[in-house]
């Protein structure tokens, strides 16, 4: 990689999305680079073990993401370990400036940066994320099938998947800190018909309590009387926000009110050559799968966006 070096494709994130779109595009013959700037994987690295991928009854995240990567590698895909920090549109070359000052040109770009949840930031939340404490009710609901979650938020995400849990688990707790959900009344009418969902209100969670074999209670405080309570629960799931990874987003491309990029079908943006994959872009649900077609449909699009801009 040199500054005077010109790409086809530039995909910013090396998660599901990132990789998937650098297969496809080093397949086409595409002069590619993607640029990560942890380890590759995105969120899919740190989760503990994946069940819903086609073709894998159960894998490791960790060991997912390394299939990704051998698979980006055997194509020869460049993989630059740098921060991205600004993505600057142009009329006929893009440019990607990284945090050493380095700045790449290409004509297409492909923003895959992911998305972060909100923590709660309580003690035992970070020591059993993978032991018990989640923040994907169908990522990992199943492991606790016939057992007893809390669930904790008061979205539509909370709401959604404390369903989805009270079809697959024993118990749900629904830990909300008001009096009133913010989420849809259609799914608050299904929670409060749910007969196994026990929704706690005024409530927050203090620590995640764990033994051996990973979470086993919650520690829990009433927002209005103050008093402390503990709850026995096999798994926690929070649901308190999520937040798509849009700092290198440019002005100009069109997002949504919660920050998501806004597409067409192609996965391109308001502004041509520049695409958006993953659980950056608005769609109608966040998965590794849908992640690794949105990085397909980018790739494919943008081998035809540079074939039809070539000498224009
Ligand atoms: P959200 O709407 O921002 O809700 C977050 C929830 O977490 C709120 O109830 C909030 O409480 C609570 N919360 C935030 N910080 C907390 C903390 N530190 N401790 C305890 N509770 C805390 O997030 P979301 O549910 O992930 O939804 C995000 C967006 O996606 C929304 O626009 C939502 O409508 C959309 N969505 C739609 C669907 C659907 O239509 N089917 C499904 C999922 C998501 P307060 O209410 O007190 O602030």
């Known amino acids: 990689m040199s500054e005077d070096e010109l790409y086809d494709v530039i995909i910013l994130g090396g998660g599901p999305a990132g990789l998937t779109a650098g297969i496809y595009a080093m397949r086409a013959a595409l002069k590619t680079v993607l640029i990560e700037k942890g380890l590759p994987g995105g969120q899919v690295a740190i989760t503990k073990d994946v069940e819903n991928y086609p073709g894998f009854i159960e894998i490791g ?3 997912l993401c390394e299939k990704f990567l051998q698979h980006a590698k055997h194509y020869n895909l460049e993989i630059v ?3 991205a920090v600004k993505t600057a549109p142009g009329i006929d070359f893009h440019s990607v400036h990284l945090v050493d000052g380095t700045v790449l040109r290409s004509q297409v770009v492909i923003l895959a940066a992911g998305g972060t949840a909100h ?3 309580i003690p035992g939340e970070e020591a059993n994320f993978g032991k018990g404490v989640s923040y994907c009710a169908t990522c990992d609901g199943f492991f606790f099938r016939g057992q007893t979650v809390a669930v904790i ?5 909370a709401l959604e998947d404390a369903l989805y849990l009270a079809k697959i688990t024993r118990k749900v707790y629904l830990i909300h800190r008001r009096d009133a959900f913010r989420g849809s009344r259609i799914l608050q009418q299904r929670v409060f018909a749910e007969p196994l969902i026990e929704i706690v209100y005024n409530t927050v969670a203090t620590e995640i309590q764990s033994n051996d074999k990973g979470v086993c209670g919650l520690s829990l405080k ?3 009387t103050g008093a402390e309570r503990s709850i026995d629960t096999d798994g926690v ?3 308190v926000g999520f937040r798509p990874n849009n700092q290198i987003v440019p002005a100009g491309i069109k997002m949504n009110t919660s920050g998501y990029v806004i597409t067409d079908e192609k996965c391109e943006t308001t502004i041509p050559g520049i695409f958006a994959v993953g659980d950056l872009r608005q769609k109608y649900a966040n998965q590794i799968v849908l992640a690794a077609a949105d990085g397909c ?3 494919l699009a943008a081998a035809h966006y540079i074939e039809t801009h070539q000498g224009s």
């Open 222 to 224: 009433d927002t209005i």
């Open 237 to 239: 799931f929070i649901f």
């Open 119 to 121: 923590k709660l930031n």
């Open 297 to 299: 449909t980018a790739a």
């Open 153 to 157: 938020g008061g979205g539509d995400t």
């Open 61 to 63: 995240g960790f060991e």
């Open 81 to 83: 370990d740098k921060e």
